[in-house]
């Protein structure tokens, strides 16, 4: 079931120009206004219309993933230029759809194309639709993205889990109706969902890295130095997105898996002719797509079986 509602002028011209805001607001303006609890409240009164059931897990597909959506079924696809307020993706590979119904018997909500600062939002816009998700009822997360190889050991298709991340970005903002101030983050990435990742991924013999992500602006590959400077930091694959989802997630209170595909290697010799192109991070993401789409199927057992204990 898709809706294809016909939004007013002023809500187009909010969702070009920010939740909440109005044609011309100062860029610090806008940002400030994502952390109205009555903003991220409207929205979610909005879908609440169309969308009678909660979802107990989050979804964000990354750069060629959005297949994973087509593993739902009793779909109601909302498309983000329908929502008031809702920002929208540019990418390709990202196809900026809202997608609610049921995933191995659970309810989720998936959103099938995520937004970049790259594309002239401000973090805080791209990862404000984390906060809806939350509030629509959703209490896990899984993040997935397209990443290129920081470690020398990693290969392209390589699939790492996400243990920690490198934040290059910059968030502001406050409401304590939302979380506190200065939320911690040494474990934004939980624990236990990461060991039980990697049982499943042991039942079909397939190896994951587990390793440090890097958040950084883009849109421009890394430098040659950048790469080297990420390496000895610690980072062991980088990427343009999923840091500042991350932070929003621990700041609202979800649990967080977060997965990466490795579709390129970040250059580190200045005698290499080869520059990454996004046409090869889609291609690698969707010759991979199969395996990761299993990996989050099976995962959502974990999640039922959590939900189940908590309602004994």
């Known amino acids: 079931m898709s809706y294809n509602t016909k939004s007013s002028i002023e809500s187009k011209n909010i969702a070009e120009n920010g ?48 297949g994973l959506a087509e593993l739902i079924v009793d779909k109601i696809i909302i498309p983000y230029a329908d929502i008031p307020h809702f920002p929208k993706s540019t990418v390709m590979g990202h196809r900026s759809n809202l997608i609610f119904g049921k995933l191995n018997g659970l309810y989720v909500v998936c959103m099938q194309g995520r937004l970049h600062p790259y ?90 890295r587990e390793g440090v992500y890097c958040g950084l602006g883009g849109p421009c590959y890394e430098t040659i130095a950048e790469i080297n400077m990420l390496r000895l930091l610690g980072g062991d694959a980088v990427g343009m997105s999923t840091v500042h989802e991350v932070t929003f997630a621990a700041h609202c209170g979800f649990r967080t898996l977060g997965i990466a595909l490795i579709t390129n290697k970040g250059l580190s010799d200045y005698n290499t002719i080869y520059e990454a192109v996004h046409e090869d991070v889609i291609r690698i993401s969707e010759l991979k797509a199969n395996e990761i789409q299993r990996l989050v199927y099976d995962f959502v057992d974990v999640i039922k079986k959590e939900s189940y204990l908590k309602k004994e």
Not at 26 to 49: D, L, M, S
Not at 183 to 205: C, F, L, Q
């Open 19 to 66: 939740p909440c805001s109005s044609v011309g607001e100062h860029p610090n303006a806008i940002t400030n206004r994502f952390y109205t609890y009555e903003c991220v409240q409207e929205i979610v009164g909005f879908i609440q219309k169309l969308v009678p059931t909660k979802p107990e897990l989050a979804i964000i597909c990354g750069s060629g993933l959005g």
């Open 119 to 208: 594309e002239g939002y401000t973090t805080a816009t791209c990862a404000f639709p984390v906060r809806v998700m939350r509030m629509l009822g959703a209490h896990s997360l899984i993040v997935t993205c397209a990443a290129g190889g920081v470690n020398h050991d990693y290969c392209v298709g390589d699939i790492m889990l996400i243990k920690d991340h490198l934040n290059f970005s910059n968030l502001a903002g406050n409401n304590p109706l939302i979380g506190t101030r200065f939320p911690p983050v040494g474990h934004a990435y939980d624990r236990k969902y990461i060991i039980e990742m990697k049982k499943i991924a042991h039942k079909y013999n397939l190896q994951l």
